[in-house]
Each structure stands twice: as structure tokens, then as C-alpha cells.
């Protein structure tokens, strides 16, 4: 979920108690000025001018003393770790205080000053934050120009760099960006289109020709070793050993060009057009596929940072690495999903998983499915849930193909709160099986359902594609001469406002002296049923004789 950054605190704040604090400190410089020690007077009273306005400045600062009893933040936005955290000192000094209590509150009151910088300095770096690169201490820049990073595109380490290196590099460039400038002649930029290359450029071409003729043309065994044994070793997390592939002048040249990406990429954060904590993670290894990602999921934020999730495909576990992915599926005993299977025909198996006896695995589940829905808003709280998980299987085990979830107990009958096919199962007729099936169980529940609203964009195309089938299906095999649409919902179990939107959108509905007439549109029927038959038998149907299921107590 979204996190809120706590902004550091930017003034002092005043605790209303200026009005004593000045009469004492006149109280005190009057003694002084018994005692003819006038630099003391001034100073107090230039803290009390300071105090008075820093009170009249800031007069809509709510006072925590007043209101909250927890305590003050740092500038970092966490609870300070001890008093000496502290440099905001309440001026709230009585007439009894010793003359160590005014010095003190006299630094804390020049210390004022100087808070401002410390405050820029956090909110340009947030020191909670880490580089998801394993090992990375956060120091350094693939620029060379900055002290910390937060990304792997700035992270030397990622580059098998060091912090360093990184900058002798950055002088390097810079001198050699130097040397190649040309002092600019005045003329404009048609004139030189076609001017001929200076005598120091013409040597320069030379050089790069020659530097890329003694580039090996492969690598030797030795080098392929340690090739190899840096991927064993790092895999996905190092970026692999680039040197002897290609030239230096052409190696150097992709230096220069993911420096100067970085270099964006820092400006952009340091602008706030990039926040830390709001990078979305752009794709997911599940299995055999590699998945590009639609939307946000609110993954722990040490996950959310990474460009790439490792997710087991059987139990649902996330992981930061293919090695520890590796790992787990050494040791994953999964081969299905947990619950128990209540339709199999062929290799299509579903699976009812309660929300309450398996919690992990759901939200899990719930998790990598709002990696591909936009309106999800069910994480964590899935106790009140049945989910039903639909897989393929083969040799290797049950393969997740989708899934739906109902409430237990639903109010309004909706027989779906959630749908998804996962994106490598899409356009293949799963979704309808999945539709089709969560009608089947308000079938045998003798009751009519209808899908939670908002529907997504891409469950909203597929449930008016499965209406649009099963009126034109009931019309077809309908023998009378008067419907109804009662007797439509009573026999499909769906429901009669979404029966009359679905004939809406077919034009099969009309209002007829005083009265809504149905329409039986022979040319739809004749197109359904040619389309039917092209398609032949196709396992992509749900059967009900394969239907091991009761309805759950109490729903």
C-alpha cells in the first residue's frame, strides 16, 4: 500500500507561553542591567525578538503538547531514539530556572538557524530507503557526481563497479568531453553541415578504427570461465562482465550512455517526478513465462522497488532473486493449489480454496492479480472469501490458469467479487469457462447471481460476450411463442437486469403499446449458431456431470 511520507518539521513551534517567557527574561535584564553587564542584555533580548517572531510567523502550526501526547518527530519522520534527537527546546522558562537552563535555551535558539539545511539535505535523500541490489550499502553513484543512490540504475555495484572507480571515470569523461570540444566560429548550422573534419578529429576517427582492429574476435577459455562462473554466481543481480565482448572504445561509449540515463533518472528524483517507494514492478517470472505487468500491487515496499518479482507458480511465494526461486522450488512440495479439486474434466481442474483455512496462499493470490487488475481492492482481508482457482495440468504439476472469488455470505447474490485470466492463458476461452462455472455453482445454490460491479475493461467485454451466448443460445433451443424473461433468468441464473441490458445492446428489445416485446432476431441466431459449428467440440466448455460439489453451510 501507498505509503505517506511525514514531512520534517519546518519552524519552530510555539507552545503559547512567549508571554512569560519574555516577562522573565525582562525580569532578568533588569537585574543585569543593575550589574552593568550589557552584552548579556542584548543577547536576551535578541532571543526573545527571535521568539516572538517565529510565534508570529507560524501562528496556524497546530501544538503537539496540546493534542498528542506521543512523541515529536525527527526531520527523518521517525520517533527520535533519544533526547538528544531533540533540538527544538520548549522557551518555556520560569523565574527560578538557573542561569545554565538560559545558555542552554539560548544555543538551542541560535542552533534555529542552522535546521533549515538539515532538512533540505532529508528531503533530497531518504536514508531509509535502500538499493535493492543484494549487498549494496546505498553509497556511491554510477555518475560519479552523488554520494548515495536508491535504484540499480545508479548503483555501482550492480555495475561490478565500485563507488571509487565510478568517479575517476566521471573526471576522465569530463576532461575528455573537454578535449573534444571545438571553439564555436560564429557560423550558423547550415554552413557547417558539410565542413571537413579538423586535423584532431581526423586522428581521433583513426584511433577509434584501430582500437576496434584489435578487438579479439572471441572470447578465450579462460575469460568464458569467469563469464560463467560471475552468472553462476550473481545471476540476475550483477549486471554480466562486459569486458573483451567488444571493443573499449565501444564498451566505453555504453558507459557513457548508462551514466548520462542515470544522470536523468537522478534529476527526475531529485525533481520529484520520481519518488522513492513508488517504482511498480515491471514484470514477474511465474513458471515458464516472463509476464509484463498492468497495474500497481501493493507488494511489501523491499519487493516493490524490484524491476522484477520471482513468483512460484504453484504456492504463490514471491521472491527477489532466480536463485532463491531455485531454491524453493528444490524444496516446494506444491504441485496444486490447496482445497479441495471440485470439477476436473480432461486436464481442467477447480479448485475451492477457503480464504479462511488457507490465508497465505489467498492473498497471494490476491496480490498477483491486482498486478492485472485496475478496480481490486481486496488484499488481505480474504477470510470472508471462497476462491475458486481453475489449473491445466501435466506432467509437472497443476498450472494456475485463473481464478474467481465469491463472498460466503452475499447479500445482494453476487455469485463473483474477483476474476482473472492470467495474461498467457488470455483469448483462449478460459474467461467464459470461468463465467460459466461460477453460473453452475448458482445453479445448484437455486439461486440467480450477477458479478460484483465495477467490472473491469476486460471482464466487462467477456460477461457480455457470455450473455450475448446464452440468450442466443436460450432463443435457439426456445419452442413457444411467448417469453419471459423471469423464466430466462429462473433457467440461465442470471440475472433479469442483466438479461435487459444484453438485450438492449442486441436490439432485441422494443416497447410496443404500452408493453416491452423480445425480439427474435433469426440473423444473430443464424451467426451464433455458424460460429458454433466452425468451432466444433472444443474442450473449453465447462460440464456439469463433472461437478463434485455441495453448497458451503450457511450461504
Not at 476462491?387 to 494456475?400: I, K, P, Q, R, S
Request: charged share 30%; aromatic share 8%; glycine share 6%.
Amino acid at each position: 500500500m501507498p505509503r505517506t511520507r511525514q514531512r520534517p518539521l519546518t519552524g519552530s513551534v510555539s507552545d503559547g507561553t512567549e508571554d512569560s517567557d519574555s516577562s522573565a527574561e525582562r525580569e532578568q535584564t533588569n537585574s543585569s542591567e543593575s550589574d552593568g553587564n550589557m552584552p548579556k542584555r542584548q543577547r536576551l533580548t535578541r532571543a526573545s525578538t527571535r521568539l516572538s517572531q517565529s510565534s508570529q510567523d507560524t501562528p496556524d502550526l497546530k501544538r503537539p503538547a496540546d493534542h498528542d501526547e506521543s512523541p515529536p518527530l525527527t526531520p527523518t519522520g521517525n520517533a527520535p531514539s533519544s533526547e538528544s534527537e531533540l533540538d527544538i527546546s520548549s522557551p518555556n522558562a520560569s523565574h527560578d530556572e538557573s542561569q545554565s537552563k538560559d545558555q542552554a535555551n539560548r544555543d538551542s535558539d541560535k542552533d534555529l538557524s542552522h535546521r533549515p539545511k538539515r532538512r533540505r539535505c532529508h528531503e533530497t535523500y531518504n536514508f531509509n530507503m535502500k538499493c535493492p541490489t543484494p549487498g549494496c550499502n546505498s553509497l556511491g553513484h554510477l555518475t560519479g557526481k552523488h554520494e548515495r543512490h536508491f535504484a540499480i540504475s545508479g548503483c555501482p555495484l550492480y555495475h561490478n563497479l565500485s563507488a571509487d572507480e565510478c568517479k575517476v571515470k566521471a573526471v576522465s569523461r569530463e576532461k575528455q568531453e573537454e578535449e573534444m570540444k571545438t571553439p564555436d566560429d560564429g557560423n550558423s548550422r547550415h554552413a557547417t553541415r558539410h565542413q571537413t573534419p579538423t586535423p584532431k578529429q581526423s586522428r581521433y576517427k583513426e584511433q577509434v578504427a584501430e582500437m576496434r582492429k584489435r578487438r579479439n574476435s572471441g572470447l578465450q577459455k579462460e575469460q568464458k570461465e569467469k563469464h560463467m562462473d560471475h552468472r553462476q554466481t550473481y545471476g540476475n543481480t550483477r549486471e554480466p562482465l562486459l569486458e573483451n565482448i567488444t571493443s573499449d572504445y565501444d564498451l566505453e561509449l555504453f558507459r557513457k550512455a548508462q551514466a548520462r540515463a542515470s544522470e536523468d533518472l537522478e534529476k527526475l528524483r531529485i525533481q520529484g517526478q520520481i519518488t522513492e517507494g513508488s517504482n511498480m514492478i515491471k514484470t514477474i517470472v511465474f513458471g515458464r513465462y516472463e509476464l509484463d505487468t498492468w497495474y500497481h500491487s501493493p507488494y511489501p515496499e523491499e519487493y516493490a522497488r524490484l524491476g522484477r518479482l520471482y513468483v512460484c507458480e504453484f504456492c504463490l511465494k514471491y521472491m527477489k532473486s532466480q536463485t532463491i526461486l531455485r531454491r524453493h522450488m528444490a524444496k516446494c512440495v506444491w504441485k496444486h493449489p490447496p482445497g479441495d479439486e471440485v470439477y476436473r474434466k480432461g486436464s481442467i481442474s477447480v479448485f475451492e480454496v477457503d480464504g479462511k483455512k488457507n490465508k497465505i496462499y489467498c492473498q497471494n493470490l490476491c496480490l498477483l492479480a491486482k498486478l492485472f487488475l485496475d478496480h481490486k481492492t481486496l488484499y488481505y482481508d480474504v477470510e470472508p472469501f471462497l476462491f475458486y482457482v481453475m489449473t491445466e495440468a501435466d506432467n509437472t504439476g497443476c498450472h494456475l490458469v485463473g481464478y474467481f472469488s465469491k463472498e460466503k455470505n452475499s447479500f445482494l447474490n453476487y455469485n463473483v467479487s474477483c476474476i482473472l485470466t492470467m495474461p498467457q492463458y488470455m483469448r483462449q476461452g478460459f474467461g467464459k469457462m470461468l463465467i460459466d462455472f461460477s453460473y453452475l455453482l448458482s445453479k445448484v445454490e437455486e439461486k440467480v447471481g450477477s458479478p460484483e460491479r465495477p467490472l473491469s475493461d476486460l471482464g466487462l467485454i467477456s460477461y457480455r460476450s457470455y450473455w450475448k451466448e446464452v440468450l442466443l443460445r436460450y432463443m435457439h433451443d426456445f419452442q413457444g411463442k411467448e417469453i419471459s424473461i423471469k423464466e430466462i433468468s429462473q433457467e440461465t441464473a442470471v440475472n433479469p437486469v442483466d438479461i435487459v441490458s444484453t438485450l438492449q445492446s442486441l436490439q432485441m428489445l422494443k416497447y410496443w403499446k404500452g408493453k416491452h416485446l423480445v425480439l427474435k432476431r433469426q440473423d444473430l441466431i443464424d451467426e451464433w449458431k455458424a460460429k458454433e459449428v466452425k468451432r466444433g467440440n472444443s474442450n473449453k466448455t465447462i460440464d456439469p456431470s463433472s461437478l463434485k460439489w455441495t453448497p458451503p453451510k450457511g450461504t
